[in-house]
């Protein structure tokens, strides 16, 4: 497989599930943003079904879900819950689910309790106006963050207390197979994914997706952290899957080509850091290079182009190509001048 093939399954509409390898079932919940849906995944498991992640807390998921235990599910109940991270799309209805049929929560642990500290919502705004005052936002933004803070809770339901724990290296059975966890990190700290060699299936999560690539974010819990260098050595374990594996995204549609979407995604990253070392023919912030390369970006998704564009910075300070200089406000970053190209 030297070539990434989308597979041709027709997509599932609202309620509707797609058989996509035998007792594997392809279905969508919609999200209220510009990435309009995530793929979520059924197992048959004989008298119940696992499910690989859930969707956002909202009332037309509710309905739908509703509609789908009646009628595809026969009313067998949902006996695991799989999420494979803790961002609202994925995590948003487990807690739901699983108090609806007593079904256990399957996670990584550092996702289970990032998702814990999530729904606490305890980042007080003097944090956050901190964080993007050294990003360079402007007034209005900083008013914004203020006066609409991000609530977590919002969009996901309580989780439960317990969990099971999904572990790098070890298995889950699944529908009366096998499946290796393998984890990844730099998208979110500990993200989950199952592959099944004796299938060749792989649930990636957003870990491998074929036509978007995975945010990669700093946050304001940890300003100098550096995912890009994890996301990469992340991309590259997942190369040790066979060519011919069946990959079922959590956007976007199944694909065959793990090798080289990942050899495409590294590429994406590699040409965003050049660009951001070619824009600093002057000393800049995270928020003057944010307007340069998405100029059209609106308060809402901020902060993640802000995030991804520092996660970049940080590579490039920790690789030693650029320098940072927090002496004022905002912090400024340049390039070093063995980088200067004529
Ligand atoms: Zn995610």
């Known amino acids: 497989m030297d070539q990434l093939v989308i597979e041709n399954f027709p997509v599932p509409k609202a309620g509707e599930l797609v058989e996509v390898s035998e007792g594997i079932f392809w279905l969508r919940m919609p999200l209220p943003m510009s990435l309009n849906h995530i793929n979520l995944y059924l197992v048959d498991e004989g008298d119940s079904f696992a499910v690989i992640d ?6 037309d998921s509710k309905v739908l879900w509703e509609q789908l235990f009646e009628t595809h599910c026969q009313n067998k109940p949902i006996k695991k819950v799989v ?3 803790m961002h609202p799309d994925h995590v948003g209805l487990a807690g739901w689910i699983c108090e609806r049929f007593d079904a256990a929560l399957y996670m ?41 803070p991000y609530r977590m809770s919002n969009i996901v339901a309580p989780i439960p207390h317990q969990f099971r724990r999904l572990s790098n290296g070890g298995t889950l059975t699944l ?10 990190a730099g998208h979110t700290f500990e993200h989950a994914s199952l592959y099944c060699k004796e299938r ?12 978007i690539t995975s945010n990669v974010s700093v946050y304001v819990m940890e300003p100098n952290a550096n ?4 996301w990469y050595e992340s991309l ?52 003057d290079l944010t307007q340069e390369l998405f100029p059209k ?5 901020m902060p993640l182009a802000v995030g991804e564009c520092l996660a970049h910075l940080n590579y490039l300070l920790a690789a030693g190509r650029i320098t940072c200089d927090q002496s004022g406000l905002p912090y400024l970053y340049d390039r070093k001048s063995v980088e200067i190209k004529t």
């Not at 197979?177 to 990844?184: D, F, K, L, S, V």
């Not at 060749?200 to 036509?211: A, K, R, V």
């Not at 995912?227 to 994890?230: F, N, Q, R, Y």
Request: aromatic letters at 10%; glycine letters at 8%; hydrophobic letters at 40%.
């Open 54 to 59: 859930t969707g956002m807390n909202y009332p």
């Open 83 to 85: 999420v494979t991270h």
């Open 108 to 148: 990584t642990q550092t996702e289970f309790f990032a998702t814990q500290a999530g729904l606490a919502d305890g980042i007080p705004p003097e944090t956050n106006i901190q964080f993007y005052t050294q990003i360079g936002m402007p007034q209005e933004f900083l008013d914004f963050v203020a006066q609409s």
């Open 175 to 184: 529908g009366g197979n096998e499946w290796q966890i393998i984890t990844g």
């Open 200 to 211: 060749l299936l792989y649930f990636s999560g957003d870990q491998l997706l074929p036509e």
């Open 227 to 230: 995912p890009l260098a994890l």
């Open 236 to 287: 590259d374990s997942l190369t040790v899957m066979d060519k011919n594996t069946l990959v079922l995204p959590s956007h976007n549609q199944p694909f065959k080509g793990v090798h080289p979407r990942v050899g495409v995604i590294k590429d994406h990253h590699d040409v965003f850091l050049d660009k951001l070392v070619c824009l600093l023919n002057t000393p800049k912030s995270v928020y």
């Open 297 to 301: 970006v609106d308060f809402l998704e």
